[in-house]
């Protein structure tokens, strides 16, 4: 069973960076498209960026386009998400999220597997 750990998360200040890591573990725990989505406290979570299975295609959100980029090292079984610039509005639990497909996807309902999240706190 493929289990997702996110690490990284934590307290920056306005205009600072912050990687990401999501940890791929278990048996079949290779040939997902991957991505990570976010989500605030009232809000629907919400799409950030996916790659495909190697990882030849990228999908981001409009916000995240220029600021944040997703990799993944397909021989430790990790997918990062680097982000830079980032301000309050960037203020979320960020979910490492993965798909039974090699394709990229933006969309929450195709993604199967979730991690339990790390927060993200950007202070002014």
């Known amino acids: 069973q493929v289990q997702l750990v996110e690490s990284g998360g934590g307290l920056v200040h306005v205009g600072s960076s912050l990687k990401l890591s999501c940890a791929l573990t278990?048996?079949?725990?290779?040939?997902?498209?991957m991505g990570w989505f976010r989500q605030t406290p009232g809000k629907e979570r919400e799409f950030v960026a996916a790659?495909?299975?190697?990882?030849?295609?990228?999908s981001y959100a409009r916000f995240a386009k220029g600021r944040f980029i997703i990799s993944r090292d397909n021989v430790a079984h990790t997918v990062a998400l680097q982000m830079t610039s980032l301000n309050p509005e960037d203020s979320a639990v960020y979910y490492c999220?993965?798909?039974?497909?090699?394709?990229?996807?933006?969309?929450?309902?195709?993604?199967?597997?979730w991690g339990q999240g790390t927060q993200v706190t950007v202070s002014s």
């Open positions: 278990g048996i079949g725990a290779t040939s997902l498209a």
């Open positions: 999220a993965g798909r039974a497909s090699q394709a990229v996807s933006d969309e929450e309902r195709d993604f199967v597997l």
């Open positions: 790659i495909s299975w190697p990882g030849r295609k990228t």
